[in-house]
């Protein structure tokens, strides 16, 4: 678990980085100076819609891009080279050895990268709306942030990670034992991980 939290969290936190402080900055500069917002009202709204809904969101997808296929593959070819069937042999449970761990893994990854993405959008907006007077706008956060927003965003990325995880372990662990099947495991995960997500995310904004 603690290796798939490295590969699927650790390895991936730059990325959201880059993509949080591009998104405040980008968000700022539209809700600034296209439609009017005052600074503080841009950051407010901000909070609310990145920690929302568009952290949990690009956070997933970023993760099925990278993890959902590269698990759906490796327990493809687990499957395909008999690993699995050797690890039952020997009397290891392939749900609690294999599977779980990459679930939970994947899981609280997908909660951790969510939230630092939606905190790396609001460094950036106040980057782009301050200057080297970031220092004061970064100080002011607390003020435009809510808990309930960070638990929102804890549960929507989490679910999305947990889904994403779960059928990408389905669909390689599904596969018939050819070589040419790996492949299509990996582009399966993708698709499937993907309808999930934007259907969970459709029964979220429903039900809220």
Aim: some cysteine; aromatic content about 8%; charged content about 10%.
């Amino acid at each position: 678990m603690l290796k798939q939290l490295y590969f699927t969290g650790n390895q991936a936190a730059w990325i959201m980085l880059l993509i949080g402080v591009a998104l405040g900055g980008i968000v700022l500069l539209m809700l600034h100076g296209q439609y009017g917002q005052s600074r503080e009202a841009s950051m407010r709204l901000l909070a609310t819609l990145s920690f929302r809904d568009i952290s949990p969101l690009l956070a997933a997808l970023v993760l099925i891009a990278r993890s959902s296929s590269a698990v759906a593959s490796e327990l493809a070819a687990m499957r395909v080279h008999g690993e699995l069937d050797s690890l039952a042999a020997v009397g290891i449970p392939v749900s609690s050895y294999i599977v779980l761990p990459r679930i939970i893994g994947i899981g609280l990854s997908s909660a951790l990268l969510s939230i630092y993405l939606a905190s790396a959008s609001l460094v950036g907006a106040a980057l782009v709306s301050s200057g080297w007077e970031i220092g004061y706008q970064v100080r002011r956060i607390d003020q435009v942030l809510q808990f309930g927003l960070v638990l929102q965003c804890l549960g929507k990325s989490l679910l999305f990670g947990l889904a994403a995880a779960a059928l990408a372990c389905w669909t390689g662990l599904r596969v018939a034992p050819y070589v040419t099947e790996i492949p299509k495991a990996s582009s399966s995960a993708v698709v499937r991980s993907l309808l999930a997500v934007f259907f969970i995310d459709l029964v979220w904004v429903l039900l809220s």
